[in-house]
């Protein structure tokens, strides 16, 4: 066959293959002869800020050599991977400091001989519970196609660029097609959108500022119809008029359709700022004929070949024509022109039209006028100049009235203080907190003086100052508060649920939710548990109460997925094992680990403990007998108030932590007192039957030597438990800590088990010879049992009556104590098991390599659902790896090695098990602090409270840091952007 006379396609294929693949091996090739220029190898970046300015300027000097190797790093480009080999120690350092450099505009990378090429997708690592974190280490070197690694030639971490050489050719081209798609795609659903003021102005003006152009004074406003008549009290003055003007606040001023129908005020507007161009609008729509109008329309061509500008053509691409400005605004009559009136669209003629219209004199008059307005409005030198600097004024001073008002909401809202009294009618008595307040603040201040004068006079009628104002205000602050946590919690994303439940003064039942997150955002890392609000409930089973528990969470938008804990009291319907709420939470999301609240099974141990024994529900009747004898009677009670100087008696109560110990505190340490106190009143008292109390409780009671003895023992044990229970309740409380404390409790049991009893003896006999009682137990009458004829005849061992107390008293709650914490903290057994290896760094490092793997599998399969796992545990393994070696002597608690963490950046899996681990709750302490508030807020006097406003004083009132880092000014505009008459703030 002969030979071709020219290459066929595939020859030319392969030769240009070949050029390709040679030119990419020989690519860098020479770099190691060329000197080249900092700023040229990073063209795209600062080099100021990045730290080369170090270098920047230098001079050479020939006559000493030891500026040489200087001058020749000064050329050397420290941001590519291949020089850092080679890098002094001041060039490492800056590079260390500003980090790796990225060329964002590079999306891929040349493509290799397999047609593979890098790709800017891998700067990012995606975790296995969906997070994405930074790969700020991943480096791609200049030319070519390999990875390097910054941790062999910088220091002990990995860090990588990326660097591109696309030519300026390409740039202009992907530039050129990013803006013709752009052009094709604009205004094409425009027909379908109703646009606010703003909106259709948006992308018209991007270097402007809205406010300049008055914008603002039409924006964010809502039109109210239908609102209700009763709010008059709380409206502005403007009367009738405000219908009118709340139709115009949704016009688009700068719509031309709309220009015949524009009140004063818009025109001022309208004229100040002139008409506005849609600058991305190159070409409107074409006609039938094909043609379009087109943005060269714009520029009027003079005879000697000059350009001027047509600032009065404007062009609507909602109706597809062209308007003369200034004609169609300042027109006389009725105009043939389609200029001035429904505007003009024949393209064809387009041109020859515009020259014919700038030419007439009713158009160079109107232009005229036009730019003689929009300067006397520039120099304020309006006929309403005055009008104007009034109208100003009194908007200042409507703003300044309401931020006093709403300091007034703040302050009593956050010290839980009640509003309104019997009448809303300034200067008049019993008219309440806030209109006091608001009177005391006239007193001094000129703003609120002349708001209050203009009421007495009569000069205004909608002062602001009513009831439904001020629920408006608490509703917003409590809003933005809400808002504010919503959005703190989403960003930390996981989180735990706390709830209990208490009834209300107008007996309703009321569950409050409580939200426990970990806050990554501040340093050091916080804790944080908060209020979100009450939640008025009918159904109190478990399922009722789940179901309102998933409701809130859907209105908040939170993800009942990403709920890593749940902390509940002992209630049945709570914990329940089948029916409770966290069988229900654990069906939906296995992951939401449960936690029974550690203050409430101390108490119930405690509980257990009192009612072990007949003995011990002795010693507390005695107690409550006490306390009920002198609280009953005010004289009884001076007795005991002249007898004792340091704490009084207290009542024991089922349900309060602290009920136990306090009551038992205040006749422990004052036990002599109080006897003085029973016998004097045995010895005064008329009634025969408090006279005979008073004596059985001084003899037989608080004087038996056996009650003495049950008072030193049960205060040490109540003294233990209380300290353990008040370290529980605080908000930052951590399970690992819990475990601790509840382990060191049990301890001490242990322990006072063997010793308590002979150290109580002592103490007690000390206060029986001081109270000069005998020390001695009190013995039963031993009854002898007739025995039969054929019975056999043993002697029976007698026990003492000290070891009978000992062994049938004391013994017995201190072997019911240790039984109950191991019982009802048997939940923290299995924490510790899942958990245990986080807990402490003495802890991470004493497990071996295979403990260690085996802990961290077990840990992903707990946090595992479905087939979404939080973390992965193999990279888990090798992070703890690293990190038992690494981790500073000090940081010792988990929260100290998450901060670690998070300075360090390089242990996602890690991070991930630590915030998890520190989620869980411990206590329901934080609900319990916002029935306090409860109680203070609807309280008897104030039982028909909303809910809505209940919720609203609550939040303000328990989550107040908040309160303070709320704009104001914003607060206003939200406030003036709801009811479309309140124009007289705008």
């Not at 992951?591 to 119930?604: E, I």
């Given at each position: 066959?002969?030979?071709?006379?020219?290459?066929?396609?595939?020859?030319?294929?392969?030769?240009?293959?070949?050029?390709?693949?040679?030119?990419?091996?020989?690519?860098?090739?020479?770099?190691?002869?060329?000197?080249?220029?900092?700023?040229?190898?990073?063209?795209?970046?600062?080099?100021?800020?990045?730290?080369?300015?170090?270098?920047?300027?230098?001079?050479?000097?020939?006559?000493?050599?030891?500026?040489?190797?200087?001058?020749?790093?000064?050329?050397?480009?420290?941001?590519?991977?291949?020089?850092?080999?080679?890098?002094?120690?001041?060039?490492?350092?800056?590079?260390?400091?500003?980090?790796?450099?990225?060329?964002?505009?590079?999306?891929?990378?040349?493509?290799?001989?397999?047609?593979?090429?890098?790709?800017?997708?891998?700067?990012?690592?995606?975790?296995?519970?969906?997070?994405?974190?930074?790969?700020?280490?991943?480096?791609?070197?200049?030319?070519?196609?390999?990875?390097?690694?910054?941790?062999?030639?910088?220091v002990s971490c990995c860090r990588f660029v990326f660097f591109s050489r696309s030519c300026s050719t390409d740039k202009r081209?992907?530039?050129?097609?990013?803006?013709?798609?752009?052009?094709?795609?604009?205004?094409?659903?425009?027909?379908?959108?109703?646009?606010?003021?703003?909106?259709?102005?948006?992308?018209?003006?991007?270097?402007?500022?809205?406010?300049?152009?008055?914008?603002?004074?039409?924006?964010?406003?809502?039109?109210?119809?239908?609102?209700?008549?009763?709010?008059?009290?709380?409206?502005?003055?403007?009367?009738?008029?405000?219908?009118?003007?709340?139709?115009?606040?949704?016009?688009?001023?700068?719509?031309?359709?709309?220009?015949?129908?524009?009140?004063?005020?818009?025109?001022?507007?309208?004229?100040?700022?002139?008409?506005?161009?849609?600058?991305?609008?190159?070409?409107?729509?074409?006609?039938?004929?094909?043609?379009?109008?087109?943005?060269?329309?714009?520029?009027?061509?003079?005879?000697?070949?000059?350009?001027?500008?047509?600032?009065?053509?404007?062009?609507?691409?909602?109706?597809?024509?062209?308007?003369?400005?200034?004609?169609?605004?300042?027109?006389?009559?009725?105009?043939?022109?389609?200029?001035?009136?429904?505007?003009?669209?024949?393209?064809?003629?387009?041109?020859?039209?515009?020259?014919?219209?700038?030419?007439?004199?009713?158009?160079?008059?109107?232009?005229?006028?036009?730019?003689?307005?929009?300067?006397?409005?520039?120099?304020?030198?309006?006929?309403?100049?005055?009008?104007?600097?009034?109208?100003?004024?009194?908007?200042?001073?409507?703003?300044?009235?309401?931020?006093?008002?709403?300091?007034?909401?703040?302050?009593?809202?956050?010290?839980?203080?009640?509003?309104?009294?019997?009448?809303?009618?300034?200067?008049?008595?019993?008219?309440?907190?806030?209109?006091?307040?608001?009177?005391?603040?006239?007193?001094?201040?000129?703003?609120?003086?002349?708001?209050?004068?203009?009421?007495?006079?009569?000069?205004?009628?909608?002062?602001?100052?009513?009831?439904?104002?001020?629920?408006?205000?608490?509703?917003?602050?409590?809003?933005?508060?809400?808002?504010?946590?919503?959005?703190?919690?989403?960003?930390?994303?996981?989180?735990?649920?706390?709830?209990?439940?208490?009834?209300?003064?107008?007996?309703?039942?009321?569950?409050?939710?409580?939200?426990?997150?970990?806050?990554?955002?501040?340093?050091?890392?916080?804790?944080?548990?908060?209020?979100?609000?009450?939640?008025?409930?009918?159904?109190?089973?478990?399922?009722?109460?789940?179901?309102?528990?998933?409701?809130?969470?859907?209105?908040?938008?939170?993800?009942?997925?990403?709920?890593?804990?749940?902390?509940?009291?002992?209630?049945?319907n709570m914990k329940g094992r089948h029916q409770g709420v966290q069988k229900k939470v654990l069906e939906i999301n296995p992951?939401?680990?449960?936690?029974?609240?550690?203050?409430?099974?101390?108490?119930?141990t405690l509980c257990d403990m009192a009612n072990c024994c007949g003995k011990a529900k002795d010693f507390f009747g005695v107690?409550?007998?006490?306390?009920?004898?002198?609280?009953?009677?005010?004289?009884?009670?001076?007795?005991?108030?002249?007898?004792?100087?340091?704490?009084?008696?207290?009542?024991?109560?089922?349900?309060?932590?602290?009920?136990?110990?306090?009551?038992?505190?205040?006749?422990?340490?004052?036990?002599?007192?109080?006897?003085?106190?029973?016998?004097?009143?045995?010895?005064?008292?008329?009634?025969?039957?408090?006279?005979?109390?008073?004596?059985?409780?001084?003899?037989?009671?608080?004087?038996?030597?056996?009650?003495?003895?049950?008072?030193?023992?049960?205060?040490?044990?109540?003294?233990?438990?209380?300290?353990?229970?008040?370290?529980?309740?605080?908000?930052?409380?951590?399970?690992?800590?819990?475990?601790?404390?509840?382990?060191?409790?049990?301890?001490?049991?242990?322990?006072?088990?063997?010793?308590?009893?002979?150290?109580?003896?002592?103490?007690?006999?000390?206060?029986?010879?001081?109270?000069?009682?005998?020390?001695?137990?009190?013995?039963?009458?031993?009854?002898?049992?007739?025995?039969?004829?054929?019975?056999?005849?043993?002697?029976?061992?007698?026990?003492?009556?000290?070891?009978?107390?000992?062994?049938?008293?004391?013994?017995?709650?201190?072997?019911?104590?240790?039984?109950?914490?191991?019982?009802?903290?048997?939940?923290?057994?299995?924490?510790?098991?899942?958990?245990?290896?986080?807990?402490?760094?003495?802890?991470?490092?004493?497990?071996?390599?295979?403990?260690?793997?085996?802990?961290?599998?077990?840990?992903?399969?707990?946090?595992?659902?479905?087939?979404?796992?939080?973390?992965?545990?193999?990279?888990?393994?090798?992070?703890?790896?690293?990190?038992?070696?690494?981790?500073?002597?000090?940081?010792?608690?988990?929260?100290?090695?998450?901060?670690?963490?998070?300075?360090?950046?390089?242990?996602?899996?890690?991070?991930?098990?630590?915030?998890?681990?520190?989620?869980?709750?411990?206590?329901?302490?934080?609900?319990?602090?916002?029935?306090?508030?409860?109680?203070?807020?609807?309280?008897?006097?104030?039982?028909?409270?909303?809910?809505?406003?209940?919720?609203?004083?609550?939040?303000?009132?328990?989550?107040?840091?908040?309160?303070?880092?709320?704009?104001?000014?914003?607060?206003?505009?939200?406030?003036?952007?709801?009811?479309?008459?309140?124009?007289?703030?705008?």
């Open positions: 066959m002969p030979p071709r006379k020219y290459p066929s396609g595939y020859d030319k294929r392969m030769k240009k293959r070949k050029i390709e693949q040679f030119v990419q091996t020989q690519s860098g090739a020479l770099d190691k002869f060329i000197v080249r220029e900092t700023q040229d190898l990073v063209e795209n970046d600062n080099i100021n800020d990045l730290g080369l300015n170090e270098y920047e300027n230098e001079n050479v000097d020939d006559q000493n050599n030891e500026f040489d190797n200087q001058s020749m790093l000064m050329n050397l480009n420290i941001y590519d991977p291949r020089t850092w080999d080679n890098l002094d120690t001041k060039s490492r350092d800056i590079l260390v400091k500003n980090g790796p450099i990225r060329d964002l505009l590079v999306e891929k990378g040349p493509k290799d001989k397999l047609g593979r090429c890098f790709s800017s997708a891998f700067y990012t690592r995606h975790l296995s519970n969906g997070e994405k974190c930074d790969r700020e280490w991943r480096s791609k070197r200049p030319s070519g196609s390999y990875i390097f690694g910054a941790a062999v030639a910088v081209k992907k530039k050129r097609k990013i803006e013709q798609f752009v052009q094709t795609q604009s205004g094409a659903l425009d027909k379908f959108i109703v646009r606010e003021t703003q909106d259709l102005v948006e992308n018209s003006i991007e270097n402007d500022n809205i406010n300049d152009l008055g914008l603002n004074e039409y924006a964010n406003e809502n039109l109210n119809h239908n609102e209700n008549d009763n709010e008059n009290e709380n409206e502005n003055i403007l009367g009738n008029e405000q219908p009118n003007q709340s139709m115009l606040m949704n016009l688009n001023i700068y719509d031309p359709r709309t220009w015949d129908n524009l009140d004063t005020k818009s025109r001022d507007i309208l004229v100040e700022n002139g008409p506005i161009r849609d600058l991305l609008v190159e070409k409107g729509p074409k006609d039938k004929l094909g043609r379009c109008f087109s943005s060269a329309f714009y520029t009027g061509h003079l005879s000697n070949g000059e350009k001027c500008d047509r600032e009065w053509l404007v062009y609507s691409k909602d109706i597809d024509k062209v308007f003369c400005f200034c004609c169609k605004l300042f027109k006389n009559g009725f105009k043939k022109s389609f200029l001035i009136n429904e505007g003009f669209n024949d393209w064809m003629h387009l041109s020859a039209r515009l020259k014919e219209h700038e030419t007439t004199n009713e158009h160079i008059i109107n232009m005229s006028t036009w730019l003689d307005l929009r300067i006397r409005l520039k120099n304020n030198k309006t006929i309403d100049k005055n009008i104007q600097e009034q109208i100003n004024k009194e908007k200042e001073h409507w703003k300044k009235v309401l931020q006093r008002i709403i300091s007034v909401v703040k302050y009593l809202a956050k010290h839980n203080l009640a509003f309104r009294g019997t009448n809303e009618r300034i200067y008049q008595n019993h008219n309440g907190n806030f209109l006091g307040l608001i009177e005391m603040i006239a007193e001094w201040d000129p703003v609120m003086q002349e708001h209050v004068r203009r009421i007495d006079h009569g000069e205004i009628h909608y002062h602001y100052l009513g009831h439904s104002i001020q629920n408006e205000l608490i509703s917003m602050l409590a809003s933005k508060i809400k808002c504010a946590i919503v959005q703190k919690i989403k960003e930390d994303k996981y989180f735990s649920v706390i709830l209990d439940c208490t009834p209300d003064a107008s007996h309703q039942e009321q569950m409050t939710l409580i939200l426990r997150c970990v806050d990554i955002s501040t340093s050091p890392i916080k804790i944080e548990e908060f209020f979100i609000e009450f939640l008025k409930v009918n159904d109190t089973s478990g399922q009722g109460l789940f179901e309102e528990l998933q409701n809130v969470l859907k209105t908040l938008n939170l993800d009942i997925d990403n709920v890593r804990g749940q902390g509940y009291d002992n209630g049945s992951r939401a680990l449960y936690t029974p609240c550690g203050c409430h099974s101390l108490n119930l107690i409550q007998r006490i306390y009920t004898l002198f609280s009953h009677s005010t004289k009884r009670w001076q007795i005991l108030i002249n007898n004792i100087k340091g704490l009084t008696v207290k009542p024991l109560s089922a349900t309060r932590w602290e009920s136990h110990i306090e009551s038992v505190k205040a006749i422990r340490f004052q036990t002599l007192e109080i006897r003085e106190a029973l016998l004097q009143l045995a010895e005064t008292d008329n009634d025969s039957k408090i006279r005979s109390e008073a004596d059985s409780l001084a003899t037989h009671g608080i004087g038996n030597f056996e009650f003495l003895l049950s008072m030193i023992i049960w205060y040490d044990i109540l003294f233990a438990v209380n300290l353990i229970s008040k370290y529980l309740q605080s908000k930052d409380m951590l399970i690992d800590i819990a475990i601790d404390q509840v382990k060191g409790l049990i301890r001490f049991f242990e322990e006072y088990r063997e010793v308590g009893f002979t150290q109580a003896m002592t103490i007690a006999k000390e206060i029986a010879t001081e109270m000069e009682i005998d020390s001695v137990f009190q013995v039963k009458r031993q009854i002898r049992r007739k025995r039969q004829f054929d019975e056999n005849v043993n002697e029976e061992t007698t026990q003492s009556a000290e070891e009978s107390f000992r062994i049938n008293y004391f013994l017995c709650i201190v072997d019911q104590a240790i039984g109950s914490l191991k019982k009802r903290f048997e939940q923290y057994k299995a924490y510790e098991d899942i958990f245990g290896f986080l807990f402490g760094s003495e802890k991470l490092n004493s497990l071996d390599d295979n403990n260690l793997k085996a802990c961290c599998d077990n840990l992903e399969i707990v946090l595992k659902y479905k087939t979404f796992s939080d973390l992965d545990g193999k990279d888990l393994y090798g992070e703890l790896k690293i990190l038992r070696y690494i981790l500073p002597k000090e940081t010792k608690m988990a929260i100290d090695i998450l901060n670690f963490l998070k300075i360090r950046n390089c242990f996602p899996n890690a991070c991930i098990a630590y915030r998890i681990l520190l989620t869980i709750p411990v206590t329901v302490a934080s609900a319990e602090r916002s029935f306090s508030k409860l109680k203070l807020l609807k309280s008897y006097l104030r039982s028909t409270m909303s809910q809505e406003r209940l919720n609203g004083l609550a939040l303000i009132s328990i989550e107040n840091d908040f309160i303070d880092k709320i704009d104001v000014k914003g607060l206003i505009s939200d406030f003036v952007a709801k009811n479309a008459r309140r124009t007289i703030f705008r």
